[in-house]
């Protein structure tokens, strides 16, 4: 596996629709540039790290890096849940995440309930990694502020 942190950025799209209607955990989806640009070496799985929105706050995140067995995808997604409360969406803006670690393999589910289950503990699992001092300082980083006019991904 590739050493953490990782440092990405790209354009929010229009995902499935399932992240907030289905399952009530809203995520932020890369373009297919993007995902196609990951690394072969970080393998698919559940991870956590840092995450902002245009020139926003740094926030803790949780990432979904495959094709999603219990949906079937057939094309590969990164799917980042951001852990804070956002008053209305932000397609079109530019994401900045850091992973920091790893949390498990990507697996499939025998119900819709039991994946919201395990969302719910990846997502607690990625508040207390993250809130140790190793990953902690990696909030700062000067990746998370992107200079005023500045082009990014031909924008």
């Known amino acids: 596996m590739r050493q953490l942190p990782y440092f990405c950025r790209g354009e929010v799209v229009k995902g499935f629709g399932r992240g907030s209607k289905e399952l009530g955990i809203p995520t932020a989806n890369f373009s297919e540039q993007v995902v196609e640009s990951f690394p072969s070496d970080i393998p698919t799985g559940i991870y956590y790290g840092w995450a902002c929105v245009g020139n926003g706050d740094v ?3 949780v990432l979904s890096i495959g094709w999603n067995p219990f949906y079937k995808n057939i094309k590969k997604s990164v799917e980042t849940h951001i852990i804070h409360t956002f008053k ?4 079109g803006e530019i994401l900045s995440i850091v992973i920091t670690g790893y949390i498990r393999p990507e697996k499939n589910f025998d119900s819709l309930d039991a994946l919201i289950s395990a969302i719910q503990e990846d997502i607690e699992e990625a508040k207390r990694q993250l809130d140790l001092p190793e990953h902690l300082k990696l909030k700062e980083d000067n990746f998370f502020h992107l200079p005023e006019g500045k082009i990014v991904n031909n924008r």
């Not at 209305?88 to 397609?91: G, K, L, P, S």
Request: hydrophobic letters at 30%; charged letters at 45%.
């Open 88 to 91: 209305e969406d932000f397609y």
């Open 59 to 61: 926030h803790k995140m």
